[in-house]
C-alpha cells in the first residue's frame, strides 16, 4: 500500500515513517481464492502469474514502510503445476532486530489483516489493511490508546481514490516521484519478492 490515504496522513505518530523503537514485530496477511486455470494469467509463468507478484506487493510494501528494506529474508511455500509459487510464507529481519511475519497466497482467501507489534503496544489495521477504513493503537495493557476512523467513508477499493489525487497533484507539481513512496523503495519491494520467489525456486524468476 503505498502511504498516500488519508489513514497515512493523519495516524499517530507511532505509525509515522520511522523505524520503531525497540524491536519490532510485523504481521500481514493477504489471500484471495482463486481457481486453478494453467490458461489463466495469475497461473502463468510467462504472464508474471504466482502469489507473490499479484498479491505480494501488498505484504511486501507494507513490511517495507514499517520496517525498511530487510537484511533477510527467509522463505516458504509451494508451487502449483505450472511452477509458479501459490501460497507462500515470509519472514523479513530488519539491521535492527524487527521481524515482519508475511503471507500471501492464491488457494484460500484471508481476512487481509496487518498489525504492528512493538516493546509499547501495537498498531491494528481493519481489513483490507491495503484499503484500510480505520486503525487503533493500543497500548501493551490493552487499552485503545488512539483511533482513526475515515470521515469519508471510503472503505475497500474506493480508498484507491486518495492514491489517484495524490499522483495528480504531484503531477501537478512537477514531481517525478511520490516523497513518501519512493522508486528505490519499489524497486527494492521487487527485489524481495525475486529473492522469496528465487528461494521458492518458483518459474520465471530471472
Known sequence: MDPLSPADRHRPSATRRRRPRRRARGHR????QRPFDPAGRLWDPALAGGALLDLGVYVVSWASFA???PAGI???GTLAPTGVDEQVALILSSARGGQALLSTGLRAGTPSLATISGSDGRIELDSPFWGPSGLRVVGRDGSVAAEWRDP????YRQGMSYEAAALA???AEGRTESPLHSLDEAVSTL???DEARRQLGAAGVG
Open 67 to 69: 520496517l525498511g528494506a
Open 74 to 76: 527467509i522463505a516458504t
Open 29 to 32: 496477511r493477504l489471500r484471495r
Open 152 to 155: 469519508y467513508e471510503r472503505p
Open 191 to 193: 527485489a524481495t519478492i
Open 169 to 171: 497533484r504531484y503531477v
